[in-house]
T-cell receptor, first 113, second 115 residues
Framework: AQSVTQLGSHVSVSEGALVLLRCNYS??????LFWYVQYPNQGLQLLLK??????LVKGINGFEAEFKKSETSFHLTKPSAHMSDAAEYFC???????????FGDGTTLTVKP | NAGVTQTPKFQVLKTGQSMTLQCAQD?????MSWYRQDPGMGLRLIHY???????DQGEVPNGYNVSRSTTEDFPLRLLSAAPSQTSVYFC??????????????FGAGSRLTVL
């Protein structure tokens, strides 16, 4: 079985501050891990993915995430928040069967001017 | 390239009515899936398909039917709508990339209200 826990349903940062969104996973086999972003009234789009090629993964819009097996974590970071980063962020894990991704409950990021 | 197209975008139903949410993809992806999104609960998998003619249940399949007669289409049927099915529904398609990862491409969503 696989599961994802996102710590903090709401995160608020000031523009220019560090963004840190937390994700912990459980998986019985080496997982594929993803971060997706959802802007208001839109579908989800891929930010970045971990596929075991490298533990530090860079994505779009300056985001990156580090896979830490010992901590079963895949936290998302961005050094300097921009107003356009305000959105809901979902961590997801996939193992085995295609299309069966398990999502966390999501974290809403608010960026204050 | 349209990607994943869902229709309708909005729908209001009365309890007991039936309807079909349509999903089509033009990327020749072998895998398709339906999720529902409810506040504070993330996305939950309803049904998925690994190819034409093959479907299986996800986490919350009760009250929903699917079929996959072609690679492109994966409709979701509500047989007798209930207020608990009020939600936003997302269709997604995917294929295994060179890395082995299965990246989902989502539609824009269908917002369903059951009165």
């Amino acid at each position: 079985a696989q599961s994802v826990t996102q710590l903090g349903s709401h995160v608020s940062v000031s523009e220019g501050a560090l963004v840190l969104l937390r994700c912990n996973y459980s998986s019985s086999v080496p997982p594929y891990l993803f971060w997706y972003v959802q802007y208001p009234n839109q579908g989800l789009q891929l930010l970045l993915k971990y596929t075991s090629a490298a533990t530090l993964v860079k994505g779009i819009n300056g985001f990156e995430a580090e896979f830490k097996k010992s901590e079963t974590s895949f936290h998302l970071t961005k050094p300097s928040a921009h107003m356009s980063d305000a959105a809901e962020y979902f961590c997801a894990v996939t193992q085995g069967n295609a299309g069966k991704s398990t999502f966390g409950d999501g974290t809403t990021l608010t960026v204050k001017p | 390239n349209a990607g994943v197209t869902q229709t309708p975008k909005f729908q209001v139903l009365k309890t007991g009515q039936s309807m079909t949410l349509q999903c089509a993809q033009d990327m020749n992806h072998e895998y398709m899936s339906w999720y529902r999104q409810d506040p504070g609960m993330g996305l939950r998998l309803i049904h998925y398909s690994v190819g034409a003619g093959i479907t299986d249940q996800g986490e919350v399949p009760n009250g929903y039917n699917v079929s996959r007669s072609t690679t492109e289409d994966f409709p979701l049927r509500l047989l007798s709508a209930a207020p608990s099915q009020t939600s936003v529904y997302f269709c997604a398609s995917s294929s295994i990339g060179d890395s082995g990862a299965n990246v989902l491409t989502f539609g824009a969503g269908s917002r369903l209200t059951v009165l």
